[in-house]
Nanobody
């Protein structure tokens, strides 16, 4: 059974940091592009950052540039999202996603690209 399980969410003050983890089971991330999405209340799901299966290529939205980093630990079959300098507008449920299709920077932030999804983890940025 292919499964993605996120962890690491929580409440943090503005300017703080969090690291989210997404552990994959039932398949190897060596062959899957992965991404992090988020969805705030009343808003559509938004692609935040993505990475190719090799880890060589990433893409991200402008609002997280220089603050968020995606990485893969293939030995642990886990993808991470390091979030620094968090802002209240980063508050959302964060989801990881994976797909075995070809990676493309132009579509890796589109939710339609991904076949497998985690259950989400809440991130709240508030004083």
């Amino acid at each position: 059974q292919l499964q993605l399980v996120e962890s690491g969410g929580g409440l943090v003050q503005p300017g703080g940091s969090l690291r989210l983890s997404c552990a994959a089971s039932g398949f190897s991330l060596d062959y899957y592009a992965t991404a992090w999405f988020r969805q705030a209340p009343g808003k559509e799901r938004e692609g935040v950052i993505c990475i190719s299966s090799s880890g060589a290529t990433t893409n991200y939205i402008d609002s997280v540039k220089d603050r968020f980093t995606i990485s893969i630990d293939n030995a642990k079959n886990t993808v991470y999202l390091q979030m620094n300098s968090l802002k209240p507008e980063d508050t959302a449920v964060y989801y990881c996603a994976a797909d075995s299709g070809p990676f493309g920077s132009s579509w890796c932030l589109s939710p339609e690209t991904y076949e497998y999804w985690g259950q989400g983890t809440q991130v709240t940025v508030s004083p």
